[in-house]
């Protein structure tokens, strides 16, 4: 009986020693996860842009949809023009000299008249992420009707670029 007892006290220190020796009292795990930059702007024609009537005043007239989609804490969107619809392709070289132009104004989600004669504007500056969906704006021009230009095509380029920061 008496070696029953020591076999089983050895056998129960060598449990203890041993449990001991293969666990701690505190444990931890790592996580780690990336959610991936989802930054877009989409822009959607409306109201058939590329056949303006230029003999006919147009104030406030909505040329597009622009969906901007940033999920960064906050975004700028910048719009780029010559500033003018030329006669031919209406690109910066084409208004320097051009007799045959067409100034215009652009609003920006109901914004300020935007004179953009060869150059750009930060018409977004959000200190935000948009919603999911992203957030539509509208793109409208404003002219004068023109009529003592010359009979012919006249273009611009809108460019919106969205940057996250």
Known sequence: M?????????SALLVAGATSAWADTVGSVTLTGNVADNISIVVTPQNNPGALDL?????????AKVTEKCNRHGYTVTLESAGALAKGSGTQATLVGAVDTLSYSIQYNGGANL???AGKATVTDAGAKTPKDGIEKNLSISYLAADNLTAGDYTDTLTLTLAGK
């Open 55 to 63: 003999t006919v005043t147009k104030n406030l007239f909505v040329i």
């Open 115 to 117: 004179d953009l004669l």
């Open 2 to 10: 008496k070696l029953n007892k020591i076999i089983i006290g050895v």
